[in-house]
């Protein structure tokens, strides 16, 4: 095979799991409302990888999260909020 025509692959294979890690997390991002969600997913299927780097320049930067994994301190808020003991009394009929 000829050099370029294998570079042009690697190339064409790095851009694709690029994009499609952004999608995911574009998908996975909970801090955007319907119509922010709607726009950027027509971006990034329209201008592929120039989209993905819009995304990450102008939306990433606002986010803390990076595909989808919370933070340290969103963790611990989360499972502080999921694993209260329940205080309330029951009804038992």
Not at 65 to 89: I, M, R
Request: proline share 1%; hydrophobic share 45%.
């Amino acid at each position: 095979m000829d050099d370029k025509l294998i570079v042009s692959i690697i190339v064409s294979i790095v851009a694709l799991i690029c994009w499609i890690l952004t999608l995911a997390s574009h998908l996975k991002n909970t801090q955007m409302d319907a119509i922010e969600r709607i726009v950027w997913t027509i971006v990034l299927c329209s201008l592929n990888i120039v989209g993905v780097f819009f995304y990450w320049w102008l939306v990433s930067t606002d986010s803390d999260t990076t595909f989808g994994v919370k933070s340290d301190e969103e963790l611990k808020e989360y499972f502080n909020s999921k694993h209260q003991p329940n205080t309330e009394k029951t009804n038992n009929l």
